[in-house]
């Protein structure tokens, strides 16, 4: 854990797991925790959040009932926290929820305004805070009883934004419409529903876990975190500069230097690359940096810049004049030039890249490199790059036949 315990409140003392971004300061974030308590789960989190730029503070909401409570996922755990639950004073945790806020606009590292993200209690807490507070936003992960609290929807007055699970037993369908029919029209506040997913689908350690959900819930979160909050950073220089060091000066560290502790990188097609930080220097080190050929060029065609991600669509060209290990493991070199378009997809954590998922057609590469016969198999060479920039040329040549066939039909 990269943060501390600290102290909040006044008289009757309660304390909070605090994690700070590596600029030493930014703007705030509370963040609001499930029924287990301030654990392991929630702490990583904020480590999380703290990369991403944020000051990061996580109440204890338990202290009222038993201080530091800190539960695991299993049966017995599971229990304790809904005993816990069914004590909980929702009025009173708000009245903590101010304190905490009243902590971080006071804190030396704390600047601009504060947000709050919260899970399951938390996610209906982070509602009332939006109702309750003067917090400038918030986001509630399938919260539990929000339903309940829908006569306080007129005095949200910053954003709101709600992850819904679709199956969630604990929000079902009728809580579900009802916050629909309430919300769904404020200026203000965001619903998103993902199908399919039950309650703590954004827990890995969870058996709910919903690896794609997470991710676009994630992302959510982070673009309205960004919009009213900021802090904002200049992806395209960032990855600018880390492909400059890759390509151009080849150089290792200054390239491993670009990254968080613990990226990873995915080139799709080939399955290489690396996952945390001596695994993916070494793949750079000895497989890739180094080993790619001396005239390889990247051509840009178009960039789309999100709130923490990149996505490039190029064209990569190089003589197939060394082995390859990145794209062509174990083949030697055979002196063809190749031109393949490729996209990067490129996340980041704040001012760092995070990980790489990297696409191309390998079947191109193959046919370009005389490897793979395209006779016979509906695979294109060269041609798939030309035709990326010019669209004049001609379509469905690997369908002409079946092409042929629609001639003349009613459109």
């Not at 008289?11 to 909070?16: A, D, L, N, P, V």
């Not at 676009?216 to 500069?241: E, K, N």
């Not at 996340?347 to 890249?353: A, E, Q, S």
């Not at 395209?374 to 004049?392: M, Y």
Request: charge should be negative.
């Amino acid at each position: 854990m990269a943060g501390e315990f600290i102290s909040l409140g006044g008289g009757e003392k309660f304390r909070g797991y605090l994690a700070t971004p590596a600029t030493g300061s930014g703007p705030g974030l509370l963040l609001l925790q499930e029924i287990f308590g301030v654990n392991l789960e929630m702490r990583a989190l904020a480590d999380r959040y703290a990369e991403e730029g944020y000051v990061v503070l996580v109440p204890d909401l338990f202290w009222r009932l038993e201080p530091g409570i800190e539960l695991g996922y299993g049966e017995t755990d599971f229990a304790r926290a809904l005993e816990l639950y069914r004590r909980f004073d929702n009025d009173a945790a708000v009245t903590d929820i101010a304190t905490a806020i009243a902590a971080l606009r006071v804190r030396p590292e704390q600047a601009g305004k504060i947000g709050a993200v919260g899970f399951c209690l938390g996610g209906l807490l982070a509602y009332l805070a939006a109702t309750r507070t003067d917090i400038d936003c918030a986001v509630g992960y399938y919260g539990v009883g929000i339903e309940k609290y829908l006569a306080e929807a007129p005095k949200i007055t910053g954003r709101l934004l709600l992850h819904i699970a679709a199956e969630d037993p604990y929000c079902p369908k009728d809580a579900q419409a009802a916050i629909g029919q309430a919300l769904g029209n404020h200026p203000g506040v965001e619903i998103q529903t993902y199908p399919g997913c039950t309650h703590a689908f954004a827990s890995a350690q969870r058996p709910s876990y919903d690896a794609p959900a997470t991710l676009m819930a994630y992302s959510r979160t982070l673009a309205l975190l960004r919009q009213v909050l900021g802090p904002i950073y200049d992806l395209a220089h960032l990855w600018d500069l880390h492909t400059f060091y890759e390509f151009a000066e080849r150089d290792v560290d200054a390239t491993m230097a670009t990254m968080v502790a613990s990226p990873y990188v995915n080139h799709i097609p080939t399955m290489t690359g690396g996952v945390g930080h001596d695994h993916l220097k070494r793949f750079y080190k000895y497989h890739f940096i180094n080993s790619n050929p001396d005239d390889t060029k990247l051509i840009p065609i178009s960039r789309t810049i999100g709130t923490d991600r990149v996505v490039d669509e190029m064209l990569f060209c190089f003589t197939h004049t060394r082995e390859i290990d990145w794209m062509l493991p174990g083949i030697p070199p055979t002196g063809r030039y190749v031109e393949i378009p490729l996209v990067a997809i490129v996340r980041f954590r704040g001012n760092k890249l995070y990980n790489e998922h990297i696409y191309w057609d390998q079947a191109s590469v193959l046919v370009q490199i005389g490897k793979l016969d395209p006779a016979s198999l509906p695979v294109a060479g060269i041609e798939t790059a030309r035709k990326l920039v010019d669209e004049s040329l001609p379509s469905n040549t690997l369908m002409e036949t079946l092409w042929q066939k629609s001639e003349g039909l009613p459109l």
